[in-house]
């Protein structure tokens, strides 16, 4: 069966200071692989996917992503943490030919020191 | 407004009751979804629509959960004699079918079983 894991629960970084968050998959082929960022009392909002060629995806809000199939994984960064990036970050994966039933993680939340 | 909207935002009811959940998406946008996000998870696939019909219902845990999309745009999730494992946040996301895996969620609705 499709799992999506994010290892880290909760993440406290410190204004201007980089930031990865990371995401594992299990599937037998190549996944579609998304980023999504759910902040207070907003529906969730597309980062960034990753589909195919480039490994490295950029993403609005600075954010980018990289997608590594010998470790299965798809971790998210940025350089530089503002203090509106605090939420909480989803990964997803939808199987390959289907894009519209994804695999969500269980979220990282994202807490920002000034 | 231009997002998804979802009413009601909150929703108290009684073990065994019966519930209605509507979602409108974005004007134009063919695909509908329902996702259910438990305390501490992330979101989970329900059901998708592309127009009026059901084209994967293979995520509603049981036949209390229904869904329909009479006329391919407004959609409401039923669920018949609540239980207090259904108590959740239902998430309503759209999409255009030229910009895949890019889903458009609303806030949701909260649902307490009590």
């Known amino acids: 069966a499709q799992s999506v894991t994010q290892p880290d629960i909760h993440i406290t970084v410190s204004e201007g200071a980089s930031l990865e968050l990371r995401c594992n998959y299990s599937?037998?082929?190549?996944?579609?692989l998304f980023w999504y960022v759910q902040s207070p009392g907003q529906g969730l909002q597309l980062l960034l996917k990753?589909?195919?060629?480039?490994?490295l995806v950029q993403g609005i809000k600075g954010f980018e992503a990289e997608f590594k199939r010998s470790q299965s994984s798809f971790n998210l960064r940025k350089p530089s943490v503002h203090w509106s990036d605090a939420a909480e970050y989803f990964c997803?994966?939808?199987?390959?030919?289907?894009?519209?039933?994804?695999?969500f993680g269980s979220g990282t939340k994202l807490n920002v020191k000034p | 407004g231009a997002g998804v909207s979802q009413t009601p935002s909150n929703k108290v009811t009684e073990k065994g009751k019966y519930v209605e959940l509507r979602c409108d998406p974005i004007?134009?946008?063919?695909?509908l979804y329902w996702y259910r996000q438990s305390l501490g998870q992330g979101p989970e696939f329900l059901i998708y629509?592309?127009?009026?019909?059901?084209?994967?219902d293979s995520g509603l845990p049981n036949d209390r959960f229904f869904a329909v999309r009479p006329e391919g745009s407004v959609s409401t999730l039923k669920i018949q004699r609540t239980e207090r494992g259904d108590s959740a946040v239902y998430l309503c996301?759209?999409?255009?079918?030229?910009?895949?895996?890019?889903?458009?969620f609303g806030e949701g609705s909260r649902l307490t079983v009590l």
């Open positions: 996301a759209s999409s255009l079918t030229r910009s895949p895996g890019e889903l458009f």
């Open positions: 599937y037998g082929a190549t996944p579609y």
């Open positions: 990753y589909f195919s060629g480039d490994t």
């Open positions: 997803a994966v939808g199987l390959e030919g289907n894009f519209n039933k994804f695999y």
């Open positions: 004007s134009g946008h063919t695909a």
């Open positions: 629509f592309q127009g009026t019909g059901a084209a994967d």
